[in-house]
């Protein structure tokens, strides 16, 4: 059993252990000159305005979680399809339970108003 995993955690042991020299070198061998110029903080060139805290509109998250649960809807439904054929009937039924649930949530925001933008 130990033998089927041992090349990935021969790779896993590999990368870490490749990502911990790289930081090492970069850190022993990379140039140390800090000044006050790169030590600012500056947005897109420009000195930073405003507060980096500011409120934004809930609107602002549903849309993200609209993008994360259609994203994840997707996710699903490739490897749905690749077996549709082995899992038949009830793969059917349950997949179109699953995509009726996200319609219903997609309807209730539309209905709230959360895709419109002002």
Same mark, same amino acid.
Request: aromatic share 12%; glycine share 12%; no cysteine.
């Given at each position: +059993? *130990? /033998?089927?995993? *041992?090349? !990935? %955690? !021969? =790779? *896993? #042991? !590999? #990368? =870490? #252990? %490749? /990502?911990? !020299? +790289? *930081?090492?070198l970069g850190s022993l061998l990379s140039p140390h000159r800090p000044n006050e110029a790169k030590n600012s903080p500056f947005e897109c060139g420009f000195e930073a305005f405003g507060d980096a805290r500011m409120k934004f509109d809930v609107r602002y998250y549903l849309v993200a979680i609209l993008f994360i649960i259609f994203d994840l809807e997707i996710a699903f439904l490739f490897p749905w399809a690749i077996v549709l054929d082995k899992i038949g009937l009830f793969g059917l039924i349950s997949m179109a339970v699953f995509l009726g649930i996200l319609i219903i949530g997609f309807i209730y925001e539309w209905k709230k108003g959360a895709l419109e933008w002002e």
């Open positions: +059993m *130990l /033998a089927e995993y *041992l090349p !990935v %955690l !021969v =790779f *896993l #042991g !590999v #990368g =870490f #252990g %490749l /990502a911990i !020299v +790289m *930081l090492i």
